[in-house]
């Protein structure tokens, strides 16, 4: 081995697996519809926009949405998705024009490989102080339509689903 080389190192140039076939589906044009519940004491908020996927080589899936929020300010969200061969999981991030969190994503298909799940870590729904656990769950209904649903772990140990969004395919 050559010195600075380790064993870990992956071969150049990569080549996409299996697991990069299944991120392919999500390049496209998608618009979306976003239902989040924000307060216990409110009805659901929803907001509407559009999301560019391209591919990155065929290694990584850059997502980037425009839309609104509920309150009618612009917002412009990006993630990244990507599978990493060594440590067998798909990885990720999620920045949005609307908070300075970088949320970062470790997740693992289904063994039907229709729901893609990312967990991460952030800013607590309840206190800021606070890291909470979250989930995005992607799940292809078909070609033309996916939905990504929100959760978060609450301190009784239970997941609770706060936010879902269609994504149709333009």
């Not at 996409?16 to 239902?35: A, D, I, M, S």
């Not at 908020?45 to 065929?58: D, F, M, N, P, Q």
């Not at 949405?65 to 300010?73: I, L, R, V, Y």
């Amino acid at each position: 081995m050559e010195p600075n080389q380790t064993e870990h190192t992956s071969p150049m140039p990569a080549q996409p697996q299996k697991e990069h076939q299944w991120l392919q589906k999500l390049v496209g044009e998608w618009t979306y519809e976003t239902e989040a519940m924000m307060d216990p004491d409110q009805p659901p908020a929803k907001w509407t926009g559009t999301e560019t996927v391209r591919s990155l080589g065929g290694l990584w899936f850059l997502a980037e949405g425009q839309g609104e929020m509920p309150d009618g300010d612009p917002a412009t969200t990006l993630m990244t998705l990507g599978y990493d061969p060594q440590k067998q999981r798909y990885v990720g991030t999620w920045i949005g024009s609307m908070m300075t969190y970088l949320w970062q994503y470790d997740g693992e298909l289904d063994a039907g490989e229709t729901m893609l799940t990312l967990n991460s870590d952030g800013p607590d729904m309840t206190d800021d102080e606070k890291i909470g656990k979250y989930k995005d769950v992607i799940e292809f209904k078909s070609d033309n339509h996916r939905i990504m649903t929100s959760y978060t772990l609450k301190d009784d140990g239970q997941w609770q689903h706060f936010m879902t969004a269609h994504y149709r395919r333009k």
